[in-house]
Every structure is written in structure tokens, then in C-alpha cells.
């Protein structure tokens, strides 16, 4: 059976499986629609919530990036897992005991404030749909891929099933059917991780393999890796490089912050039944993203070595030791049809040559004495290195079309997660919570089905034209998240003297700053060629790069919100007992 | 022990917990992993430069400790203030 076929049977299968639970669990009231009720086990709840939380960003986006990044790819790992046990520790505990829907009804009914909701719905909309751009893109990226088409075909029909699919359920629906999402996610991230590692390395476990030695030799993977690509010009894969120390830190702590401060898993932890249930829900989410992300790090530095020696597979500079064009595998055919893998024959020589150009010194050498023209891949989309893993590394056909399932899981899952949120806050906290209070809840469900529809038009069209790949996307929009809901979220608990002013021009200050500095690099509403100055290290304030701005907005918001709550009111008295309330899961009565 | 002291020791007991765990995550994933990760990658965990294992590996099952024992931490403390859930 061919690969196309395969795949189409592969991805309908689990299709199957999810619509047949959006049936079997079709949300009827508005508490099912947003938090199912409140009735989930936190193990299965921490189930849901990694695969609410692990997106196109993370199973398709991230290893790519670390496979170019290498050590400073850290960052994306430990930003994306630290974040819980900040999530876990200040905010999820407490926000269950207070027990509303949304993240804007708390900070609404804590600063006693309507303007104060709505700002916090502003920045949720802001970032949730940041986010959700990062995802159309990973969308489009697996259905090309399976469709064997061009993105933008893909992408179209990408946006279709996101539609279907999330105006379908609601959270009810949404938390069982990504019970099951996780199970295809995870297996079809494993599976492949597995085999590669044991061809590479003869070690099953991934986590293992990538440090252990390769199979049959002596030298260390890693070893093996850095040599490899400091032979063609490169950085040395465990050494500093693709950014600055200063940015790998800030972009660690902003996907950290943020990581707390994401509406669409805070909202999780509004479904267990009791304020300690929170807490182990967090620990449970971690440890089932945690096997995705210590395996992403063996899956980028394997598709890194094994890429490297497809292209590369005699000495460095030997005439005969690159691939030849003619032969070249069909992996690189099949992504060719997508428009994201490009590549020219400069010297004409027919074979490929694959080195880094920047780097002058080698460059100029490499002219010299082998006669290369320049890097002959001329476009390497990082987004598709974990699609292709598989491909390259020349894996079963059934493996290959389950990482294809699995990828699309993780980017509906997370899409219908940020949909919701987005839809909720629409039609939840500003139609019945400020501007249509007597709004029916057969109406207040259409509305949030419309909002869903607009979402996904508008983050679809700029999939297309993304301002960066998945996962930087994705980042972007923690920094949003980190600057503008987290500070407020923890102050509103830890302190007691934060009050409306405060944490109204801490909200928006923090959003403003960076959505100002992401906008100046990026473009205006992320729209392409809208940009002040060009997207590099040069322009930057301090070098610091727009993904890890959002900690400087935080420390802002912080520092704002501070300020003028100690020269303004402070909150009255039934607000202060609300936070003392908040902090014990249950009332005393002794 | 008047209800508002109690409350008062349980808060500080969370706050104390809070600093010292998340001292631990700071120093594991920002000291080790990040800015001491150079002079780390001296030493070696098999093949791995620790300091790259850290960044990588390391601080994830870190975290993933410190939550559950926190979890852990503060359902003896709910129940030694009385504060805890049926």
C-alpha cells in the first residue's frame, strides 16, 4: 500500500475515534460547554490537559528547532515545563478554590472591576489567538504533508476540520476526545523516537540513546553530532549558539511565565473537584508532557545527524561525498511538493551540498578547495524536521503516516482548547458578563460559535504568512500571556494591597510594551512587510529578542501595578477577605 | 490558637515551602542549566556534557519532583492547620 493511502487510513481511523466521542459526550449546558462540569479524575485530567497543552508548536515545531539550535534549544524545553511548577505552586490551587469559569471572571470579581475583566479578556484574545496562528501553521503543515499538496492548500483544508471539529463539542467533548488525542500524540512521538534511537544507537529509550555511544562504535552520539557539523562550518552542537545566553535565559523565563499565565490551561484546572486535586493535576499534566519533552531533545539531535549524513554521507570535500541529485531519497521529493524544502545546484556539480554559508572563513575555503557555490538548500522549513524524521531515517510507511496522525492531534487538540478559550471569553465574559447580562444560553453558545468561525479565518490567513515558525509563534504569544496575565493573576493572591487601579495599568501596561516591541519586529498584527525595523540581532533593544521580550513586560506590569496601588485606595474590605479565603482550601471551623 | 493566627502560620508554612522549592527550580534550570552550564559541561553524564543534561533532561524531571512533592507538602499542612478538603 502506498503512503498517501496509508496515511489517509491512518489519520481517518483516529477521525473516527474522536468525532465518535464528541457524540458520545455532546455538551448540553453551558457548565459542561466550559469545564465539563467540574467531574474529571486529576490523572485523567492531567492527561487531557498535555494534550490540551502540547501543540503543533510542541510535537511538530519543537525538535526541528532544537535540531538547528542544539544546546540554546534548551530553552523551549525548560520554558515549556518550568511553567508548571510555577502554575502548580502560585496560581492553580488557588484559582480552583475560587471556582469560576473564566480567567477574566477572577480577575474581574478580585479587583472588583469591570474594566479590569475586560482588559484581561483583551489580553486573552491577544495572546489566544497569537497562539492560534502558531497552530493554523502546524495545521497546514501536516494536512500539505498528507495531502501531498502546497501549504496553502493544505492549510485551507486544515482550517475546515478545525472548524468542524471545535464548533462541535465544547469542553465535555473536548476533555475526553483529548484523553484520547494524548494516546495517538504521545505513541506517535514515541514510536518513531524509539526505532531511530535504537538504528542510531542501539539504545530503546531515546532519553538514553542520545547519550549514549553510537551503535557498535566508541564515540558518543553527541560527540559524533558536533564533529559532524563543525566539519561543515558550524557551531558545535552542545556549544552556545543560534542565540545569545542573555536571550536563551529571557526566552526560558518568558515561555515559563507565560506557561502560568495561559488561559487555556488555567481553565483546567477549573475542572478537578477539590483544591488538592489541582495541585497533583498540575504534577500528572507534567509528567505526561514531561515523556514528550525528554524525548524532543534525542528526536531533534537524531534528524539533525541523520539529515546531515544523507547529504553529506562521504568526507567533507571529497567530490564523490555528497548526495547525488539524480538519486536523492524520496522524503526530499515529497516535501519538495510542499514549497517548504528548496534547494538549487549553485555549483552544478549534481550533487547537494549542505554547509553553513555564514560562517566566511569556511565559506571561503570551501570555494576554494572543493569548489562549492554556497549551501545548495535554499529553503529547510524547521517545521517539518519531526514530519520527516521518520522519512529520513527510512522508517516503515505505517510509522510515518502515525506521526502524520499524531501531529494533527496536537494541533486540533490545542486549536479547539484556544478556541474555546477565546469563545468563552467572548460570549461568556463580555456578552453575559458585561454588555448582554440577560443574554439566553442558547444564545450565549451561538455567539461563542461565531467568535470560534472568525478565529479561525483570521489566524488561518496568517498561517499563511506566519512571522516566524510554529513554535516561535507559539512563543510569542507566552510573552503575551507572561506580560499581561500572569503578574496579575499571582499578585491578586499573594497580595493582598494590589487594587483595581493597580491592576488595570499593570495589565495594560505590561500587554502595550510588548505587543509595541513583537509588533515593531514583526509587523503590525503580525501582517508581513509591516514592519519598523528588520528582525535582527542588531535593531534589538539590549539584543533581546521579541520572544523573550514578554519578561520585561512582566517585570513592567509588576513594577506598575505596584506603584500606583500604593498611592491609590486600597481594596475594600470584602475583597481582602475573598483573597484570605482564597488561600485555604477550606474554611476553618475551629 | 485563634482562627486568624492559625491562618496566619498555615500561610507562612506555604510561603516558606514556596521559597525554598522555588529556589530549587531556579537553581536547576537557570543556574545549571543555563548560566552554569558552560563550566558544567566539564563534567560528563555518559555522553551527555552535564550542562547540556541539565538544560535538556535534567531540570524537566526536576520539576516534575517538586510538584508532587509539593502536592505532597501541603496536604500535611492542610491537615495539620485543618484547613484540608473531605
Known amino acids: 500500500m502506498d503512503l498517501k493511502t496509508l496515511s489517509f487510513i491512518v489519520v481517518g481511523f483516529t477521525f473516527a475515534i474522536y468525532i465518535a466521542i464528541a457524540i458520545w459526550a455532546k455538551a448540553s449546558t453551558t457548565s459542561e460547554f466550559y469545564v465539563a462540569g467540574k467531574g474529571i479524575h486529576p490523572t485523567l485530567n492531567g492527561m487531557a490537559t498535555a494534550a490540551d497543552w502540547m501543540s503543533a508548536a510542541s510535537f511538530i515545531s519543537m525538535a526541528g528547532l532544537i535540531a538547528f539550535l542544539g544546546f540554546t534549544g534548551g530553552a523551549y524545553l525548560m520554558g515549556w515545563t518550568g511553567g508548571y511548577v510555577l502554575m502548580a505552586l502560585l496560581l492553580a490551587p488557588y484559582l480552583r478554590k475560587f471556582g469560576k469559569f473564566t480567567v477574566p471572571e477572577f480577575i474581574g470579581d478580585r479587583f472588583y472591576s469591570k474594566t479590569a475583566r475586560i482588559v484581561a479578556v483583551i489580553s486573552l484574545l491577544v495572546m489566544s489567538i497569537t497562539y492560534v496562528i502558531g497552530q493554523m501553521r502546524g495545521v497546514g503543515i501536516a494536512f500539505s504533508n498528507i495531502l501531498e499538496v502546497e501549504l496553502a492548500t493544505g492549510l485551507y483544508a486544515g482550517m475546515a476540520v478545525v472548524f468542524i471539529y471545535a464548533v462541535f463539542g465544547g469542553m465535555k467533548g473536548i476533555t475526553y476526545t483529548q484523553i484520547a488525542q494524548y494516546v495517538i500524540m504521545i505513541f506517535a512521538y514515541t514510536v518513531p523516537a524509539v526505532f531511530i534511537a535504537i538504528q542510531l544507537t542501539g539504545q530503546p529509550f531515546p532519553q538514553i540513546g542520545l547519550g549514549g555511544t553510537l551503535a557498535g562504535e566508541d564515540t558518543y552520539l553527541l560527540d559524533a553530532l558536533d564533529k559532524t557539523l563543525m566539519d561543515l562550518g558550524f557551531a558545535a552542537y552542545t556549544s552556545v549558539a543560534g542565540m545569545t545566553m542573555l536571550n536563551m535565559f529571557l526566552l526560558t523565563l518568558a515561555l515559563m511565565i507565560g506557561t502560568a499565565g495561559l488561559p487555556h490551561v488555567i481553565i483546567r484546572f477549573f475542572t478537578v473537584p477539590r483544591v488538592r486535586d489541582a495541585r497533583k493535576s498540575a504534577g500528572w499534566a507534567l509528567v505526561f508532557i514531561g515523556i514528550l519533552y525528554t524525548t524532543a531533545p534525542a528526536v531533534g539531535a537524531m534528524a539533525m545527524y541523520n539529515f546531515i549524513n544523507t547529504v553529506q554521507p562521504g568526507p567533507v570535500g571529497d567530490p564523490q561525498g555528497n548526495v547525488i541529485i539524480e538519486e536523492r531519497p524520496d522524503w526530499m521529493l515529497r516535501w519538495e511538493r510542499t514549497g517548504l524544502l528548496q534547494w538549487e545546484d549553485k555549483n552544478e556539480d549534481g550533487r547537494l551540498q549542505y554547509y553553513n554559508e555564514a560562517n566566511t572563513e569556511f565559506a571561503e575555503m570551501a570555494r576554494e578547495e572543493f569548489g562549492w557555490e554556497g549551501s545548495e538548500f535554499t529553503r529547510i522549513d524547521r517545521d517539518i524536521m519531526v514530519l520527516a524524521n521518520p522519512q529520513i531515517a527510512g522508517l516503515p510507511n505505517w510509522v510515518i503516516a502515525l506521526v502524520a496522525a499524531g501531529g494533527i492531534a496536537a494541533a486540533l487538540s490545542t486549536a479547539a482548547g484556544l478556541l474555546l478559550a477565546i469563545s468563552s471569553s467572548i460570549s461568556h465574559d463580555l456578552l453575559k458578563g458585561v454588555f448582554m447580562p440577560r443574554i439566553s444560553e442558547k444564545r450565549e453558545l451561538m455567539a461563542g460559535r461565531i467568535s470560534m468561525g472568525a478565529a479561525i479565518l483570521f489566524a488561518g490567513y496568517l498561517g499563511l504568512n506566519p512571522p516566524g515558525f510554529a513554535a516561535e509563534v507559539v512563543a510569542l504569544a507566552f510573552g503575551l500571556a507572561a506580560a499581561s496575565l500572569f503578574p496579575t493573576l499571582m499578585m491578586g493572591i499573594f497580595f493582598k494591597r494590589i487594587n483595581r487601579e493597580g491592576a488595570i495599568v499593570g495589565m495594560l501596561v505590561g500587554l502595550a510594551s510588548t505587543l509595541l516591541y513583537i509588533f515593531l519586529f514583526k509587523g503590525w498584527f503580525f501582517f508581513p512587510g509591516t514592519n519598523v525595523f528588520p528582525d535582527t540581532a542588531e535593531y534589538w533593544l539590549f539584543g533581546i529578542n521579541p520572544t523573550g521580550f514578554g519578561v520585561i513586560g512582566a517585570i513592567l506590569n509588576f513594577v506598575a501595578a505596584y506603584a500606583v496601588s500604593s498611592i491609590t485606595k486600597a481594596p475594600p474590605e470584602h475583597i481582602q477577605k475573598l483573597v484570605e479565603e482564597v488561600r485555604v482550601p477550606r474554611v476553618g471551623t475551629s | ?86
Not at chain 2, 563550566?39 to 517538586?66: D, E
Request: neutral net charge; without cysteine; glycine residues 6%.
Open chain 2, 1 to 86: 490558637m485563634t482562627q486568624e493566627e492559625s491562618r496566619a502560620a498555615y500561610w507562612r508554612a506555604n510561603l516558606r515551602l514556596l521559597a525554598i522549592l522555588l529556589t530549587i527550580w531556579f537553581v536547576v534550570s537557570f543556574g545549571f542549566g543555563i548560566l552554569l552550564s558552560q563550566p558544567l559541561n566539564a563534567f560528563s553524564l555518559g555522553g551527555y556534557p552535564l550542562g547540556f543534561w541539565f538544560a535538556q533532561q535534567g531540570s524537566i524531571y526536576t520539576f516534575i519532583i517538586l510538584i508532587f512533592f509539593y502536592a505532597w507538602r501541603m496536604n500535611v499542612l492542610d491537615r495539620k492547620f485543618d484547613v484540608h478538603e473531605e
